[in-house]
C-alpha cells in the first residue's frame, strides 16, 4: 500500500521568512495530492491540493510542487505570519476517473511554529 | 457552507465496553471514511465505504470495528470491547468521486469536527 513520509517533523521560522515541508510516497498510481493544516484540536483542513498532471500549484503565500519522477511534493509557505502556526500533513490518494479511487494516506505532519 | 458532523463530540467509556461514533456526511458525497488520531500523533485511515460497502480497510480496522450506514444520511463506526489503547480522535470525512474528464469533480476530502474518544 501507499507510504508517505514528511519531513521535517517541526519547523521554527522567524515571522517574514518561508517554510517548506517535504513528503514522498511510494504508489506511482497516487495521482492527488493535499496538504491540510490542522490547528490544536480541531479537525485538519485542506489549504492546497495538486493532480499528478500539473507540476506546480499557487495560492496567495502558498504553493506546492509536485516532482512524480522523484515521487515528492513539497510545501512551500511565503511571508509566514503567526496564525500559520499548526501543524501541516501532506497526503497522498489515487483517483480514477469514472468514480474508484484510493485511501488518503497522511504523513506524520510538521507541527510549524511562527514566531513574531 | 455544508460540512461533516459528528456526535458526540466527546465520548468517555468504560474499557470492555462498546461505542458508536455517528457522523452525518454532506449529501451529495459517495465516498465515506473513519479516521484515527491519537493525541500528538498523525492522521491514521481506519477504513472507507462507498456503494453501502467497505472499498478498503486498514490493519488497525479488525473485528473489534465496524461501520454502518443505517440511513440515507448517518454514517456510524462501532467499537466493540474498547480498549485503553483506543483513547483516539476520531474524524469521519467524506468527498465526491471523480467523474468524467474531472475538470469539475472536487476531490477534496471533508472532515468533521471529530469524537474525542477516551476509554477509562
Known amino acids: 500500500g501507499e507510504n508517505v513520509e514528511q519531513h521535517p517533523s517541526t519547523l521554527s521560522v522567524q515571522e517574514g521568512d518561508s517554510a517548506v515541508i517535504k513528503c514522498t510516497y511510494s504508489?506511482?498510481?497516487?495521482?492527488?495530492f493535499p496538504w491540510y493544516k490542522q490547528e490544536l484540536g480541531k479537525r485538519p483542513q485542506l489549504i492546497i491540493d495538486?493532480?499528478?498532471?500539473?507540476g506546480e500549484k499557487k495560492d496567495q503565500r502558498i504553493a506546492v510542487t509536485l516532482n512524480k519522477t522523484a515521487k515528492h511534493f513539497s510545501l512551500h509557505i511565503t511571508e509566514t505570519q503567526p496564525e500559520d502556526s499548526a501543524v501541516y500533513f501532506c497526503?497522498?490518494?489515487?483517483?480514477?476517473?469514472?468514480?474508484?479511487?484510493?485511501?488518503?494516506?497522511f504523513g506524520k505532519g510538521t507541527k510549524l511554529s511562527v514566531k513574531p | 457552507e455544508p460540512e461533516v458532523t459528528q456526535t458526540p463530540s466527546h465520548q468517555v467509556t468504560q474499557m470492555g465496553q462498546e461505542v458508536i461514533l455517528r457522523c452525518v456526511p454532506i449529501?451529495?458525497?459517495?465516498?465515506f471514511y473513519w479516521y484515527r488520531q491519537i493525541l500528538g500523533q498523525k492522521v491514521e485511515f481506519l477504513v472507507s465505504?462507498?456503494?453501502?460497502?467497505?472499498?478498503?480497510k486498514s490493519e488497525i480496522f479488525d473485528d473489534q470495528f465496524s461501520v454502518e450506514r443505517p440511513d440515507g444520511s448517518n454514517f456510524t463506526l462501532k467499537i466493540r470491547s474498547t480498549k485503553l489503547e483506543d483513547s483516539a480522535m476520531y474524524f469521519c470525512?467524506?468527498?465526491?468521486?471523480?467523474?468524467?474528464?474531472?475538470?469539475?469533480?472536487?476531490?477534496?476530502?471533508?472532515f468533521g469536527q471529530g469524537t474525542r474518544l477516551t476509554v477509562v
Open positions: 470525512a467524506s468527498s465526491e468521486s471523480f467523474r468524467g474528464t474531472g475538470q469539475n469533480s472536487n476531490p477534496e476530502a471533508f
Open positions: 504508489d506511482s498510481a497516487s495521482n492527488y
Open positions: 495538486i493532480r499528478s498532471n500539473v
Open positions: 497526503a497522498a490518494q489515487w483517483k480514477n476517473y469514472g468514480g474508484s479511487q484510493g485511501n488518503l494516506i
Open positions: 449529501s451529495n458525497h459517495l465516498y
Open positions: 465505504f462507498y456503494n453501502n460497502e467497505i472499498s478498503e
